[in-house]
């Protein structure tokens, strides 16, 4: 039985006019002849030597691909490439093994001969199809019936629908956006949970000045736990006057914290508690009971903060948390 693969021709499609000559190809021409290497773990450090492991999951994931296009792809298996200039997708069928033949197709030397069966433009395709050839990756297994419909297309049928309710098929497109969202919001944390404690409280007051407020971190020495001051005019002679305690560590605050910032407050304060590890069940009771406002930020929340004005955030604070804007299609 054939596999089916989706293989990318570079970044916006860059390769596409070499593809079309009979090849699919992918990058890492410095690994080499990709047969020299008998284990994936010889792969990965000659990978690691060349282009270093700065991130350890971009490693294990360019490996798992240069071996799949290496070993997995067989004779007879369906290529899919896409010319994002045309909007057309190219299927094809795998002609042979891997070989590795530098000045073909741009910088990729790791190639693949294909017959080019034909093009098939994006605007024929069923929704869900179009969702199933959105990965970015280099390459990556695709199904069946996503071939089915290809070749539907190019035999001038009209392609059985995938799916039998436009509602699925804008609930997945929610799932997918959710999921996006979803993980977007860890990814934020992550950066977060990496910053240096001083460089935590030079974020608070960033997000501070972002929502309004003339903010600045307390100098060092014996602050009674405020690291951050915040208020309308800079003075703390308008309200309201936030004193911000910020606890950047994994173990949660409990009931003595909240109560030792609480005793450091005054009448007319508003008493701001960040702490990376969350809170305890009695650290949030202690807050909720106390006579003078005070409001608990855990990571999740400040994150969310983070994001809700970042249009706003100061430079310092933006270099702190790099962030770009994603556009998503409304539905």
Do not use: C
């Not at 054939?2 to 006019?17: D, F, H, L, T």
């Not at 700065?54 to 004779?75: C, E, G, H, W, Y």
């Not at 069923?126 to 280099?138: D, E, M, R, V, Y």
């Amino acid at each position: 039985m054939s596999n089916n693969w989706m293989i990318r021709a570079g970044r916006g499609g860059v390769y596409i006019e070499d593809f079309e000559k009979g090849y699919a190809a992918i990058g890492w021409s410095q690994l080499g002849d990709l047969t020299q290497y008998s284990t994936s773990a010889s792969l990965r450090q000659e990978y690691i030597e060349i282009y270093g492991n700065d991130k350890p999951s971009a490693t294990a994931n360019a490996v798992a691909m240069i071996l799949k296009f290496r070993d997995q792809i067989t004779a007879g298996d369906h290529i899919v490439t896409y010319n994002p200039e045309t909007r057309e997708y190219l299927l094809g069928i795998d002609q042979g093994e891997y070989q590795y033949q530098p000045d073909t197709v741009g910088d990729y030397a790791n190639l693949r001969k294909v017959e080019w069966l034909g093009k098939v433009s994006r605007d024929q395709l069923p929704q869900k199809a179009k969702n199933s050839l959105g990965s970015t990756l280099t390459l990556f297994s695709i199904s069946q019936e996503i071939i089915d419909v290809f070749t539907a297309v190019l035999e001038g049928k009209a392609p059985s629908p995938l799916v039998n309710d436009t509602d699925e098929v804008e609930t997945e497109v929610e799932q997918l956006k959710d999921e996006t969202v979803a993980q977007s919001h860890e990814l934020i944390k992550d950066k977060i949970v990496a910053l240096l404690p001083d460089e935590m409280e030079e974020l608070v007051a960033s997000i501070l000045r972002a929502m309004g407020y003339k903010a600045k971190v307390s100098p060092k020495g014996p602050d009674r736990g405020v690291d951050v001051i915040a208020s309308p005019d800079g003075l703390g002679l308008t309200q309201p006057r936030i004193k911000a305690e910020v606890k950047h560590r994994n173990g949660s605050m409990g009931a003595p914290a909240i109560r030792s910032f609480i005793g450091a407050l005054r009448e007319g304060d508003s008493g701001l508690f960040i702490s990376t590890g969350g809170f305890t069940r009695e650290a949030r009771y202690e807050a909720e009971r106390s006579s003078i406002q005070l409001t608990l930020v855990d990571l999740d929340d400040l994150a969310d903060l983070i994001v809700s004005h970042y249009e706003s955030i100061d430079l310092e604070g933006r270099a702190l948390v790099p962030l770009v804007r994603i556009y998503w299609p409304v539905s």
